[in-house]
């Protein structure tokens, strides 16, 4: 490899994608000295406009403290670049001497460097690095970022379930995932007893039937005294529309500035606490979106998070050598490994929750997809069971 690395960061910012920009740098100093670093300010815009950070220039010690710190310190983009974009995203990397360039992220990264690779012809060495709190890429066991929002979605979780023990109700927490519901199962990842919430779990896998959801819910009552619910805003109907298409009227949704409907805003939990107020009457009950908050919380980055983000970056360094490709977190059977695949394994493609994490009857998780989360987050703290 010769001498201009360009790095840049996309979609979701997470509590460790950091430590892959780091991870790669200073892999880069070490198999490339003298080579020059540059990061793209806001992803790919940044390559766009021309504005880079230059990393070469930044101390050790500096880096790693960057490296610890939630959010993405380049600045990230929700571009979707087509074949145009991608057009001047490559002459901007030409301008910027670039021999390789390492784009952290998820999907629609994985997409962009697959439509760069196509166009560039082999001048410029592409490398997608993985991130999501979402956990949807294919090839992936897991993805960085992953675990430590999970943490933050268990500890919430069994923290809820403890305070409405001592006041019974009804609690529904909606957690981020458009299409995949790893994020949303890691509420039953620290429960304490087959009695502890969340005692429903929905998720984009499966039909949400509102009518079903009440049944739902007034069973646990009947069994638990109480009943926590953990829902992916992403789930839909049996017709494929979004629950909060089915449930607020269309004059009253909100939409992002591409027109797709908000999954994240206030519409949802308006709508499942009318559900709940007109289902169940009465009945203490409160809805919360979690919203951005599990995806950088600095009280809950993972160890074992940060430092496979870490890896993955220096990985990336080591792909680009070998002329490009993706980094994958796979599992072995007895520990994550990083492996490169290919671009069009992973660029564009959701990996969804298996079928067999869920039981199959009810709302629930399985042994098998209770056995996936205790590995990858174990539980953190050691909880007196409550007399209540």
């Known amino acids: 490899m010769a001498g201009t690395f360009v790095i840049a960061q996309g979609g979701g910012p997470t509590a460790v994608i950091n430590q892959t920009v780091v991870g790669a740098t200073l892999e880069i100093r070490k198999r490339h000295p003298g080579a020059k670093v540059l990061g793209s300010i806001h992803g790919v815009r940044g390559i766009r406009d021309g504005n880079y950070v230059d990393l070469s220039a930044i101390p050790e010690d500096r880096l790693r403290l960057i490296a610890g710190t939630p959010s993405a310190a380049l600045g990230s983009t929700r571009d979707k670049p087509d074949a145009a974009y991608c057009e001047v995203i490559l002459n901007g990397l030409k301008k910027a001497g670039a021999d390789a360039f390492i784009y952290i992220g998820g999907n629609d990264t994985s997409g962009t460097q697959q439509i760069l690779t196509d166009a560039a012809g082999g001048s410029i060495a592409f490398v997608h690095a993985p991130k999501t709190i979402d956990n949807d890429l294919e090839e992936n066991d897991h993805t960085p970022g992953f675990i430590s929002a999970a943490e933050f979605v268990a500890g919430a979780f069994l923290s809820v379930d403890l305070d409405f023990r001592a006041l019974p109700g009804i609690y529904v927490g909606i957690v981020m995932g458009r299409h995949a519901g790893f994020l949303t199962a890691a509420a039953a990842a620290w429960q304490l007893d087959p009695d502890s919430g969340p005692h429903l779990v929905y998720v984009p896998e499966r039909p949400f039937s509102a009518a079903g959801f009440i049944d739902d819910v007034r069973a646990s009552l009947d069994r638990h005294k109480r009943c926590i619910v953990a829902v992916s805003e992403g789930v839909s109907t049996a017709d494929g529309k979004a629950l909060v298409e089915s449930l607020v009227p269309p004059d009253k949704l909100e939409r992002d500035a591409h027109g797709n409907v908000k999954l994240s805003g206030s519409d949802l939990p308006a709508a499942l606490e009318r559900a ?86 009810v709302n629930q998780l399985s042994d098998a997809g209770m056995a996936y989360l205790k590995r990858l987050v174990p539980e953190k703290y050691k909880v007196g069971k409550p007399f209540v």
């Open 276 to 361: 709940l107020a007109d289902g169940l009457p009465g009945k203490r009950a409160r809805v919360d979106a979690l919203g951005y908050m599990p995806r950088g919380y600095i009280g809950a980055i993972s160890a074992v998070d940060a430092q496979e983000a870490f890896d993955a970056g220096a990985f990336a360094v080591a792909v680009a050598g070998e002329g490009g490709g993706s980094v994958a977190l796979q599992y072995d059977g007895t520990k994550t490994v990083l492996k490169k695949v290919p671009l069009k394994n992973v660029a564009g493609k959701t990996r969804h929750m298996p079928d067999d994490f869920m039981k199959p009857d």
